[in-house]
């Protein structure tokens, strides 16, 4: 997802307030004079993510808003805990918001609802993917220290490890190299066991306890639900959720949830650079034959754009 030259990104730190109060703030969609929406406000409960375009103009005008949203709900912004990341700013601009505005700035990435952003979208991988492997596996090594079954470390694994990764994978929908899964998939292997033989065939292990297996989960196929769940709320009405808005807008001229739909053989041209789309593509296009999840022309494959469907072509 790319952001306008100029552009600022801006965590900063709401104090609670009940949805009735601080929701009509932060959720309207804007439009601008050619009619396409701006996304500009993400927030969650007290967590409120600005993306700003010209910051040397737009943050005196935001600093006033606060004032104001300030002075009639009687809360405050924390601005020493408020942290900014620019986006093509020379550093003589840099130093001039960071002095007039009491912003910290920070180049490299910042941290918002647990996730690591990068200025660059090849970053986030390894500052948050990464990092979580690299963390789950000294956690694994820590906890195998301890006298516990192979049964309860199965469970360990459902009930500490699992929540943490399916979080990322539900939060920052981006390309995850089955490799790096399988990798930590045979550490989760090793820790159950304790490092010593197998006491059931891995098809036991794996199959959902209802039908008499251990369910010990499967990271990989964890991945792709994650995704494929993406893919199914982007079929909500409009302004269901923004950023089902966001995607579906960067996908233009084509819609995401009819797009989908679509043999390879008979889709237009795909335009869009959305990391979050593609990745969602990428694991719908591997797992709907492989599962039969549709059947070859679905009911819900449109007409237009269609390349099976020559009169779908047409302009008019």
Not at 2 to 28: E, I, K, Q
Not at 36 to 57: F, G, I, M, N, W
Not at 161 to 186: D, E, G, K, N, T
Request: a positive charge.
């Amino acid at each position: 997802m790319g952001l306008d030259r100029d552009a600022l990104c801006l965590p900063s730190s709401l104090p609670y307030l009940s949805n009735s109060f601080y929701r009509p703030f932060v959720t309207p969609p804007y439009y601008r004079s050619d009619g396409r929406e701006e996304y500009k406000v993400s927030a969650y409960a007290d967590d409120v993510l600005l993306t700003l375009s010209h910051p040397s103009a737009s943050i005196p005008h935001l600093l006033s808003l606060l004032r104001d949203f300030s002075a009639v709900s009687g809360y405050k912004v924390n601005l020493e805990k408020s942290v900014a990341m620019p986006f093509s700013l020379s550093d003589s601009i840099c130093r001039e918001i960071e002095r007039s505005s009491g912003f910290r700035l920070t180049r490299s990435s910042l941290k918002y609802l647990g996730v690591w952003l990068t200025p660059d979208v090849n970053g986030l991988h390894s500052l948050n993917y990464e990092a979580m492997f690299k963390l789950l596996g000294e956690d694994m090594e820590r906890w195998g220290r301890e006298g516990v079954s192979w049964i309860g470390r199965i469970n360990c694994i459902k009930m500490n490890l699992l929540p943490r990764l399916l979080y990322l994978f539900q939060a920052l929908p981006i390309w995850v190299c089955p490799r790096s899964l399988r990798q930590l998939q045979s550490q989760i292997e090793g820790f159950v066991w304790a490092g010593g033989r197998r006491r059931v065939s891995k098809y036991v292990l794996y199959r959902p306890k209802e039908r008499g297996g251990l369910g010990l989960p499967h990271l990989y196929k964890y991945f792709q639900a994650a995704q494929v769940a993406q893919f199914v709320m982007v079929h909500l009405p409009q302004h269901s959720q923004r950023w089902a808005d966001l995607e579906s807008d960067l996908f233009a001229p084509d819609l995401p949830q009819f797009y989908f739909w679509l043999p390879k053989e008979f889709r237009p041209l795909l335009r869009s650079t959305c990391t979050a789309t593609l990745t969602s593509l990428r694991v719908w296009d591997s797992v709907r034959d492989k599962f039969h999840l549709c059947s070859c022309y679905s009911p819900l494959m449109p007409y237009l754009r269609n390349r099976a469907f020559a009169p779908g072509l047409s302009p008019s």
